[in-house]
């Protein structure tokens, strides 16, 4: 073959790679990709609602993705209320954001939405990227809120408020009122892999975050985000902190009940692929004359409704709380009775023990001094650090649909 054939074959060639490299992205086999849950904190009645008012809310991504989405909540609302401003920025430090980072959220493809009362809404995507391990700030404003807010009273982290609409700037002028409470905002998703899942930890104040130190990102599940962030080979990347301070697995109090919160908390959330159930404490403390039976059924009921929406559920063990001011002995036999149920009862796809990593090996019906806050109920720090570092995390890695032979809410 002639050097002029040579060099015209090489052109062909260079040619046919460049032409397939023009072909539109629909028209190759593009990674399969679904929205994941990053950010979550169940809603809950946070006092009165105040009219024209912005908040800069500080909350920390777990999973990066592309197209983020916040899902605004009016769910203990009793009228509409509007929100004409909404922007997605990057904290730089206390309410100033990084230059050029804040920008408009849109809903339907408009810059306001008017969320009716008890109900939700989903923003546009927001086209780009956003990191794991970030601190996002989400601004809104309304101008017509009133009659009762909805949020999540104990952020454990300082977020700003002002009054006017200030959503759009990026500096932290206006924003002189500190707030340490989410206000409408319950959910932050991302689209990603399809492989790529989340895990949702339903719990009270020890999952909440009670006691860990304030804007360090220190609970529990914070923990557990890091190490899955860090996991060769894990795909479960996101995870939601759905715990309310006070909240009980039966009855509404501090939040609605683990039962009557489930669907809106945890399985309305994409990509949610295991359930962590960590509640029980506050129903056996509070001596109403629940049992271990009652606790029984209600675990039994919160795992047959996740497994029937194809999730996986890990049941954690009642940690230790003796010297707690309600604790006595009937108290701590209907904490052991329940604590043999969830280890021994094969209703759960895996247990977190974390009874066994609180307790203390001289009094095991008490939190370990090293992990106590001083309040012999919930951890400290480094409590909350040994929670997350003891959950394996291959239990997370559940497979789509029920469980084989998984128990149901009647068994």
């Not at 059924?297 to 940690?319: D, F, N």
């Amino acid at each position: 073959m002639s050097g002029r054939r040579v060099r015209l074959g090489r052109m062909i060639g260079v040619l046919l790679v460049a032409a397939v490299s023009q072909v539109p992205l629909a028209a190759q086999a593009a990674p399969a990709k679904h929205d994941v849950i990053t950010w979550g904190a169940s809603a809950d009645r946070v006092g009165e609602a105040v009219a024209d008012r912005s908040y800069r809310l500080v909350v920390r991504t777990s999973v990066g993705g592309d197209d983020l989405r916040i899902r605004l909540s009016n769910a203990f609302g009793d009228r509409p209320v509007t929100f004409d401003s909404v922007h997605a920025g990057i904290q730089r430090a206390g309410a100033a954001l990084v230059p050029g980072s804040n920008r408009r959220l849109t809903f339907a493809g408009g810059r306001s939405v008017t969320v009716p009362a008890g109900a939700t809404v989903l923003s546009d995507p927001l086209p780009g990227k956003a990191a794991a391990g970030l601190n996002l700030v989400i601004s809104l404003h309304s101008p017509d809120a009133a009659g009762p807010a909805t949020g999540h009273g104990m952020a454990m982290q300082t977020s700003y408020a002002a009054q006017g609409d200030h959503a759009a700037e990026e500096g932290a002028g206006h924003f002189t009122d500190t707030v340490g409470s989410w206000f409408y905002l319950d959910a932050v998703t991302v689209r990603t892999s399809a492989t790529t899942g989340a895990v949702a930890a339903l719990g009270d104040s020890i999952t909440d975050g009670w006691e860990s130190s304030t804007d360090l990102n220190r609970r529990w599940p914070d923990y557990l985000a890091r190490r899955l962030a860090a996991a060769p080979g894990a795909t479960v990347r996101g995870v939601a902190n759905e715990g309310i301070s006070g909240n009980k697995v039966l009855a509404d109090g501090a939040g609605r009940s683990a039962l009557n919160r489930l669907e809106r908390d945890v399985l309305s959330h994409p990509g949610v692929r295991t359930v962590l159930v960590f509640e029980g404490v506050n129903d056996i403390k509070a001596h109403t004359g629940v049992t271990a039976g009652d606790l029984v059924a209600g675990y039994r009921e919160i795992a047959a409704r996740a497994h029937a929406a194809g999730k996986c559920v890990v049941g954690a063990t009642v940690g230790p709380f003796k010297g707690w001011s309600e604790w006595d002995p009937a108290a701590e036999a209907v904490r052991q009775e329940v604590n043999a149920f969830i280890r021994d009862s094969g209703t759960f796809d895996a247990v977190a023990d974390f009874d066994r990593i609180l307790r203390s090996p001289y009094d095991p019906e008490r939190i370990m001094p090293f992990f106590d806050n001083g309040d012999h109920l919930h951890p400290n720090d480094k409590g909350m650090q040994a929670l997350a570092d003891s959950v394996d995390l291959t239990s997370l890695e559940c497979a789509a649909g029920p469980r084989a032979g998984a128990p149901t809410a009647t068994d």
